[in-house]
């Protein structure tokens, strides 16, 4: 290949391709549909898995177990890792903790676990707490506010299937 070669055939504007007029366009007749079968016909529509008429994959593929769709997904934190990351008389929030790379990712609620040692009085805001956590939290002079969720189950559902 040639550096002069490197643009050829290619066009700015191209202009669109003039279906179904004659056969001197080079797409007469059949329009680029070919003949017969299920595609060359007005109105013909595929659903997106459909495969030639083979199994489709997503039947192919083994289901097992239950998927709850409008399960809340809890992100868990550690009393350790906040220990660790806040200094002492801190207010730990979501944003805080978002800031400090802890709560990362989608999530619907936030959980504060009992795993680890806290040394300082922290003021923790989150959605859930461990009745440890709690204890371990207090034993340390520090305050628990419990966050209401942004959404009910009830409610998620209601939005999943106003969605549909």
């Known amino acids: 290949m040639n550096l002069n070669d490197v643009n050829q055939g290619i066009t700015k504007h191209r202009k669109r391709k003039r279906i ?20 060359s016909r007005s109105g ?11 199994m489709p994959m997503f039947r192919r ?23 660790e990351l806040f200094d002492d008389g801190a207010e730990v929030t ?12 989608t999530f619907d609620e936030v959980k504060i676990l009992g795993d680890g040692e806290l040394t300082k009085k922290l003021t923790v805001s989150a959605h859930r707490f461990s009745k440890s956590a709690e ?22 559902v209601a939005a999943l299937k106003a969605s549909k």
């Open 20 to 39: 179904g007029r004659g056969p001197g366009s080079g797409t007469g007749k059949t329009s680029g549909r070919g003949h017969k079968g299920h595609k």
């Open 44 to 54: 013909y529509s595929r659903k997106p898995n459909f495969q030639g008429g083979a």
């Open 61 to 83: 593929v083994p289901k097992r177990g239950f998927n709850n769709r409008w399960a809340v997904t809890v992100f868990a934190v550690n009393v350790g890792k906040l220990n």
């Open 94 to 105: 979501l944003e805080a903790m978002a800031a400090k790379d802890v709560a990362k990712g």
């Open 135 to 156: 204890e371990k939290i207090t034993k340390a002079g520090g305050t628990v506010n419990k966050i209401v969720a942004k959404r009910t189950p009830d409610e998620r």
